[in-house]
């Protein structure tokens, strides 16, 4: 089993600018891919940003010039910078891994329990 914890998440003023963090543990043998979505009120879940283990980067359009992600592979660790907060960006955020546990086993797919994140305007 592989635990991802977040934290970072709150309240800011638009235009504000708020650092979310995640961390996965447990039975790790490579982690594939990590990355953030978010979910707002009556939405459907959706990509905000991921990074690949060859640093390949993915993000939504609607972050593109205001949110970086960071990873630091050795602590199995993920960050995401986000700056110029605009009340749209208000959700929960949720870390996401794609992990194997060990060479022969197949990719699986982790989430954290999400943190919230209000951008008041």
């Known amino acids: 089993q592989v635990q991802l914890v977040e934290s970072g998440g709150g309240l800011v003023q638009a235009g504000g600018s708020l650092r979310l963090s995640c961390a996965a543990s447990?039975?790790?043998?490579?982690?594939?891919?990590m990355g953030w979505y978010r979910q707002a009120p009556g939405q459907q879940r959706e990509l905000v940003v991921y990074?690949?283990?060859?640093?390949?980067?993915k993000s939504a359009d609607s972050v593109k010039g205001r949110f970086t992600i960071s990873r630091d592979y050795a602590k199995n660790m993920v960050a995401l910078q986000m700056n110029s907060l605009k009340s749209e960006d208000t959700a929960v955020y949720y870390c996401?891994?794609?992990?194997?546990?060990?060479?022969?086993?197949?990719?699986?797919?982790?989430w954290g329990q999400g943190t919230q994140v209000t951008v008041s305007s």
């Open positions: 996401n891994a794609i992990v194997r546990s060990s060479w022969a086993d197949p990719q699986r797919n982790y």
């Open positions: 447990g039975s790790i043998f490579s982690i594939d891919a």
């Open positions: 990074i690949t283990r060859g640093g390949i980067t």
